[in-house]
């Protein structure tokens, strides 16, 4: 793990998607934060020792899922899959599918495996999965606000981790998506890499940005609800609660935690969420093959 100084740091940006904003200055005591996203060999590791069982491994009960089809309760994970041409990108659905047997042994699918991955970061982990390693590990989750405060390395007022320019010189600095999505990939192969593959943040910290998403602790809110009171600057600021998490669409739908670091399937057409900035509420039982996370403890 790398020790964080913590302190002052301007959270969030007013430049990019609505649900960053408004940037604000927000204060974090120092901690502790994983290096890299856990790999598949160290979640191998837990698993070994605790037996643990994945969501993505266990069938769905229909009860917890009314009106789900019978013939959908098998286990399994959304998998990424390229269109063989350009598709609406209103349209999700168009590049994800649910794939039975997809867990994080069998990232694309039963006939898949992790042979020769271990130094890729674990995928298809919902919150709970990753909650379960934390304790293991005598670790925790870290919180949005420290997320972001270690994603900039040092930088601030910046938009990406590394300054300005999302490729300094015409050289990618994460594993985002290259090309035209999700069609065109002009990088060989269009799945995660191993950790350490680009260069580390100014903290010394591996694929804050790209490769997998990352969950934190927090439940998902509006950026503003972490301003706190207008005449301090909040200390530790931490998202809502589980109910006010839930998609205001569907607010019988089940709650959402934040998201952090966009992915290798992040790109300038589709999703710019390649920076430290951004944020995403993801359902708490879904897991995907671009999802992973890391670890924090306190200083």
Request: net charge negative; charged share 20%.
């Amino acid at each position: 793990m790398m020790a964080i100084p913590g302190g002052r740091f301007r959270m969030g940006s007013d430049h990019h998607y609505p649900e960053e904003a408004p940037a604000r200055v927000v204060m974090v005591d120092p901690f502790k934060i994983d290096r890299t996203p856990v790999t598949n060999a160290e979640f191998a590791a837990f698993v070994a020792a605790t037996g643990h069982v994945t969501l993505a491994e266990t069938a769905p009960d229909p009860a917890d899922y009314p009106g789900m089809p019978p013939e959908m309760a098998r286990a399994g994970s959304l998998v990424f899959e390229p269109t063989p041409g350009p598709v609406d990108l209103a349209d999700p659905l168009q590049w994800w599918r649910f794939a039975f047997g997809a867990d994080w042994r069998h990232p694309l699918g039963p006939a898949s495996s992790i042979d020769g991955l271990g130094d890729h970061p674990v995928v298809h982990v919902v919150h709970a999965d990753v909650a379960a390693y934390a304790a293991w590990a005598g670790k925790r989750l870290p919180s949005e606000a420290e997320w972001e405060c270690a994603a900039r390395g040092g930088l601030d007022h910046q938009d990406y981790a590394w300054g300005t320019e999302f490729e300094p010189g015409g050289v990618p600095q994460a594993n985002t998506w290259q090309g035209r999505f999700p069609w065109e990939n002009l990088r060989e192969g269009c799945r995660t890499t191993p950790v350490r593959s680009f260069p580390p943040n100014g903290f010394g910290l591996y694929d804050m940005i790209g490769n997998v998403w990352e969950w934190t602790a927090d439940w998902y809110a509006e950026g503003a609800s972490a301003m706190g009171k207008p005449c301090c600057v909040p200390l530790n600021p931490r998202g809502g609660d589980e109910a006010a998490s839930r998609d205001p669409r569907a607010p019988e739908a089940i709650g959402r935690r934040v998201l952090k670091g966009g992915s290798h399937l992040c790109a300038p057409s589709y999703c710019r969420r390649y920076r430290p900035a951004a944020r995403y509420p993801q359902p708490i039982d879904t897991s995907t093959s671009h999802v992973g996370f890391r670890c924090a403890r306190s200083a």
